[in-house]
């Protein structure tokens, strides 16, 4: 059973950028897609990007697009999500998660990590 543990998150002002982590060990390869997803308090898990491990396409939410960007180390097993440019409706827990598909829905993905908050500060 594939696990995944995320990281990087804190507190940071408008603006400012984060770099977040997301380690997977176990048995991850079964899996073709890392999807990092968040979620505010009160509010539904949105999603924020996906990559497809196998062939490095990239997607988006409308809300994130040309400030995040989503990387992989296949190598190491890690997923990354580089946040730019944030913003305070940026502030939730991120999540990242294993699916068979770039799927933007949350109940299609199998495994979850913990999660990290993100706080921007105004």
């Known amino acids: 059973q594939a696990q995944l543990v995320e990281s990087g998150g804190g507190l940071v002002q408008v603006g400012g950028s984060l770099r977040l982590s997301c380690s997977a060990s176990?048995?991850?390869?079964?899996?073709?897609?890392v999807g990092w997803f968040r979620q505010a308090p009160g509010r539904a898990r949105e999603f924020v990007a996906a990559?497809?491990?196998?062939?490095?396409?990239?997607y988006y939410g409308d809300s994130v697009k040309g400030r995040f960007t989503i990387s992989s180390d296949n190598a190491n097993n890690t997923g990354y999500l580089q946040m730019n440019s944030l913003k305070p409706e940026d502030t939730a827990v991120y999540f990242c998660?294993?699916?068979?598909?770039?799927?933007?829905?949350?109940?299609?993905?199998?495994?979850w990590g913990r999660g990290t908050q993100v706080t921007v500060s105004s």
């Open positions: 990559i497809n491990l196998r062939g490095g396409n990239t």
């Open positions: 176990g048995r991850p390869f079964s899996y073709n897609v």
């Open positions: 998660a294993l699916s068979p598909a770039p799927y933007s829905r949350p109940e299609e993905y199998r495994v």
